[in-house]
């Protein structure tokens, strides 16, 4: 099977000594696949993972469309593959794939990552909710607990953050979407575990929010979701799961507004595959040394 290999990151092979994973072969197979996927930058990240914690692995970009997904992943693993990262618009096909879920990849309905087990069956987990959680509360040094957040977007990564947010106790998580409908049943589906409504667009209500997370896709076509102004104030961060070049639409107005401070997604992207690195490898890499090479690179940063 032939991996793509026109990625911005490139398709890493890195080839060090392995220092822990003695149970591993000399070069163990991983992955990503999605449709597109030649934009993804895993391969990078993984790449300076496996460096510098000493492991031997490759992880080149898999294009797969919707039909070939189920039986082509199927084929990587009958190749001895180990795992794979799962992106767009592949995440709840993979559920399919999964032997089994963890309760996270459960509760979002979602997979990001798959990871073949010792006794030959598929794990299913989805470390997108971790590597938000990360990046706010290490990264960034905020306090979830009794904070109010509004989600804005109600697709596949609104999803599986949900339940990690709410494991941190905010006072209340408000999901706002321009498909209501879609808001309204997501914060049914998570009612049990915390504060968590649904409300249509105009519909947002009680004034600043503590933390404004963007999960629309709307950033990628250049756009920003009709929001309101009255929902940032002063004390509010804002948060674009989505990442750039340069400030996206919604990072430009959430400063435009005079909100504290506005923060896009590739601190999450960089701890969500740090997450999956230790689903496969059982250890956890460093992350900051990665986030600075990853921007170095892709916003054209560093030394000339
Ligand atoms: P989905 O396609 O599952 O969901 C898209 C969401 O965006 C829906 O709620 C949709 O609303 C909404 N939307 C799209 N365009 C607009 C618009 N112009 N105005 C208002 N709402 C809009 O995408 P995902 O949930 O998978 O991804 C969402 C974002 O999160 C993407 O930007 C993605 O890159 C980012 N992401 C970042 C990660 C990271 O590591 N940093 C990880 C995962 C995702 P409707 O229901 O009405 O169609």
């Not at 026109?6 to 149970?23: L, R, Y």
């Not at 934009?39 to 993984?46: C, L, R, V």
């Not at 509010?236 to 896009?264: E, H, I, N």
Request: contains cysteine.
């Amino acid at each position: 099977m032939t991996p793509t290999s026109s990625a911005p990151g490139a398709s890493v092979t890195v080839d060090t000594q392995p220092a822990v994973a003695q149970n591993y072969r000399m070069s163990d197979s991983y992955g990503v696949v999605g449709h597109p996927v030649a934009h993804s930058w895993s391969p990078f990240i993984h790449g300076l993972f496996a460096r510098e914690s000493g492991q031997s692995m490759t992880y080149p970009l898999y294009d797969f469309t919707p039909e070939e997904f189920e039986p082509r992943v199927r084929e990587l693993f009958a190749q001895g593959g180990r795992g794979l990262n799962i992106t767009v618009p592949h995440k709840m096909a993979a559920v399919g794939i999964a032997t089994r879920l963890t309760p996270r990849a459960a509760h979002a309905g979602a997979v990001n990552t798959l990871a073949m087990q010792k006794d030959g069956t598929i794990l299913g987990d989805n470390t997108d909710g971790a590597g938000l959680v990360r990046d706010l509360c290490d990264n960034l040094g905020l306090v979830i607990i009794r904070r109010r957040i509004l989600i804005v977007g109600a697709g596949g990564a609104a999803r599986g953050v949900i339940a990690p947010l709410l494991a941190l106790e905010p006072r209340e998580i408000v999901i706002t979407n321009r498909t209501a409908e879609r808001a309204e049943s997501l914060a049914q589906a998570f009612a049990k575990l915390g504060s968590v409504q649904g409300v249509g667009i105009g519909y947002i209500g009680g004034g600043p929010f503590d933390l404004v997370i963007n999960a629309t896709s709307a950033s990628l076509s250049n756009d920003l979701p009709p929001i309101t102004a009255t929902i940032i104030g002063p004390e509010t961060v804002c948060y674009d799961m989505a990442y750039g070049k340069t400030d996206t639409p919604f990072v430009q107005w959430s400063l435009d507004k005079g909100c504290a401070r506005a923060a896009q997604g590739w601190g999450m992207l960089i701890e969500q595959a740090a997450e999956s690195f230790r689903v496969w490898r059982g250890i956890k890499p460093a992350t900051a040394s990665v986030l600075t090479a990853l921007k170095e690179r892709a916003l054209g940063l560093g030394a000339p």
